[in-house]
């Protein structure tokens, strides 16, 4: 028998669980007696359906480091064209390099598009021609250094 808590299938979000991710998303620290007084329910309420979300994969629970904190002072989006056959080949690869934080196969006119923080330009260009450019498969490149990040929310 399928479980439900509070008659919400566990496949589907109701109003409630809308309103503890959204709670969680402003700030992650949060109280769920805080989430339980806007919605003027028990705070046991909102811990199990907060360890319900969590175990169906709806939220995944991590710390967001502050890279220019960090000093990772330049971040860049690099475009990379692939061997065809190669291309998850490739990501794979790249997915182990430290400077890389986000790698997404797409369509059009990059295969992968890849975000990198480093701590300075000199290091993102010994990233691009020592790291990147020696792995097979890789065709060519480009880099969009970023200037300013002027939104960044975290889904």
Known sequence: MESNIGNTPRDKLDDIDRHIINALRSDGR???A???EQLNV???MIRQRY????DLGYLKVVAVANPM???KRTMAMVGIRTDG???MDVANKLARFDEVVYIVATSGGYDLMLEVFCRDNEDLLTFMTEKLAKVDGVRETESFIYLKIVKE???
């Open 34 to 36: 805080q989430i339980a």
């Open 51 to 54: 360890n319900r979300l969590v």
């Open 153 to 155: 929310i975290y889904f």
């Open 42 to 44: 028990s705070p046991g």
């Open 85 to 87: 056959r190669k291309m």
């Open 30 to 32: 949060v109280a769920f």
């Open 69 to 71: 904190l960090m000093g």
